[in-house]
Nanobody
Framework: QVQLVESGGGLVQTGGSLRLSCAASGRTFSNYYGAWFRQGPGKEREFVAA????????YYADSVKGRFTISRDNAKNTVYLQMNSLKPEDTAVYYC????????????????WGQGTQVTVSS
């Protein structure tokens, strides 16, 4: 059974930083992309960042380029999202996802999802 567990969310002031973690278990993900999505209040789920579990190019939404960094630790089967210079508009529930063999910003392409972790940025 595939399981993704996110952690690291919380409340932070504008300009602050958080690091999210996504621990995966239940199968091998080396042929897939790990990705982060987010869903703000009253908004659709949107792509944030993605990287292949075995490494390589990282992809980012324009809104987070230069501020967020996605990385992975294969030994721990974990994907991270380092978020710096946070803004109130970054407030959302952040979800980890995997299961797509190619990069895609469409959340429907990902088969496995975590439960989400809340990130709140105060102004």
């Amino acid at each position: 059974q595939v399981q993704l567990v996110e952690s690291g969310g919380g409340l932070v002031q504008t300009g602050g930083s958080l690091r999210l973690s996504c621990a995966a278990s239940g199968r091998t993900f080396s042929n897939y992309y790990g990705a982060w999505f987010r869903q703000g209040p009253g908004k659709e789920r949107e792509f944030v960042a993605a990287i292949r579990w075995t490494g390589g190019l990282a992809y980012y939404a324009d809104s987070v380029k230069g501020r967020f960094t996605i990385s992975r630790d294969n030994a721990k089967n974990t994907v991270y999202l380092q978020m710096n210079s946070l803004k109130p508009e970054d407030t959302a529930v952040y979800y980890c996802a995997t299961g797509s063999p190619t990069f895609d910003s469409n959340p429907r392409r990902y088969d496995y999802w975590g439960q989400g972790t809340q990130v709140t940025v105060s102004s």
